[in-house]
DNA sequence: CATCTATTCAATAAGTTTATTGAATAGATG
DNA sequence: CATCTATTCAATAAACTTATTGAATAGATG
């Protein structure tokens, strides 16, 4: 084989893997798929495209061997084929908020509007536990939180929020954390808390970064 | 700003960086420039593709702040915008060398025609680098070497290596590096020497793997 | 100031990707 | 075994991407 077309076929191979992570639905899949295996039906709803749609997005993203499934009765559930796929999404993420001062001004802007204020990065929230307690809530939906938490997090969807941040332990910082960057649910819980008068800021990621750093996770069975 | 449109903006602008990155091209510039600034003629040559086409890619590049220009007399110099980038494509070089079987197997195969044995991790050559002297050579072309190399390694690109082999000091480990994984003119090199007797390996990784890692860098003026 | 040169632009045709339909399938459940 | 349900498949039209031309431009050089 000529230099040339070993060049072509290497990159060709490469370029195959980025077009199926270039597409605005993929990658939100990917995102959403870095929370724990989910059903076609789900991942249709949860990112407002037609089931049929999704199942295209899914067999895109699966036949460059990025998820993989398994089937349990009548549904099929996709995830991340491994730790890399992540990795590999995350330093897109990271280049798009440093980049695209578009993409990086509508985080700040969204966020604005809904006057949420300090953010803690992990390396803060663990270097503070070490020193005080801290109320860790988890906003995600309650079955994200069985699939895989930072440890001693409160599950609190934000659905259930009202109903339960009256019986939260007060004089400790409350920090709530949801999927990543791009997620909103904690945003939203720590206006509602500060609202109530808890001192409340989000963690800046998501469980997928925590996950990601090595750091120990909680799984319920 | 609803939920939605908020996700859907921020999603297709990172979508938008990562189409970018979805050309075969593109991705052999990318890596091209990683070793240094080059004009548009020269990156046209060494991709093989007609100078219009080269400048049009290199303009998507440029559209999502990928690359910077300067300008000296009649030539424009492009360049990657900062480290996030090489940074970027690395991951996706990773994940493709990990998820395609047929990329990793290509590698392999190309590698095994030119009867290329063993190779060096960075962090392998910096460990022996502190217990024994060992030859390091930088087989690319002298104006990359110039533009920036491994601190002791000397310049020697693969045109020149007939010539100046036979001076080499003997007895010690040789080590080449060239441009990245995919690039072989590290392996020619030491075929070449292998051939003359000398031990001789290549390292497993690039210049801009080297820089990548914060490790020093010399450049000549 | 005319000329030269490296780069960019514009138009085009061929090829790819996408969302939408509605039908097909494969496995579970009664 | 018939039915149901979640998922996939196939066909299509619209929207994008790409390489190829050849012309235009902007700046340097004599």
Chains 1, 2 share one sequence.
């Not at 199926?20 to 870095?34: D, G, K, M």
């Not at 400790?172 to 800021?201: I, K, S, W």
Request: hydrophobic share 40%; charged share 25%; net charge negative.
């Amino acid at each position: 084989m000529e230099k040339r077309e070993f060049k072509d076929r290497v990159y060709q191979g490469i370029t195959q893997l980025t077009k199926a992570l270039a597409n605005s639905h993929r990658v939100e899949i990917v995102e959403l798929l870095a929370q724990g295996e989910k059903t076609v039906e789900h991942i249709a709803a949860e990112t407002g495209v037609s089931v049929a749609n999704a199942s295209q997005h899914l067999q895109v993203l699966k036949g460059v061997q990025l998820l993989a499934t398994r089937r349990q009765g009548n549904h099929i559930f996709y995830r991340l084929a491994n730790d890399t796929v992540f990795a590999a999404w995350q330093s897109l993420r990271t280049l798009g908020l440093l980049q695209l001062a578009e993409v990086a001004q509508l985080v700040h802007d969204f966020r604005d509007e809904r006057h949420t204020l300090e953010r803690l990065s992990i390396e803060e929230l663990v270097e503070r536990q070490l020193n005080e307690p801290v109320v860790l809530l988890d906003v995600r939906p309650a079955e994200e939180y069985r699939l895989g938490h930072i440890p001693q997090a409160l599950s609190m969807p934000l659905t259930e929020l009202a109903e339960h941040a009256r019986a939260l332990p007060t004089g400790q910082l409350v920090v709530a954390y949801c999927r990543g960057p791009f997620c909103v649910f904690a945003d939203e819980a720590v206006t509602y808390l500060r609202g109530l008068g808890y001192p409340a800021v989000c963690l800046s990621e998501g469980y997928p970064d925590w996950k990601q750093r090595g750091l120990p996770v909680a799984i319920l069975n």
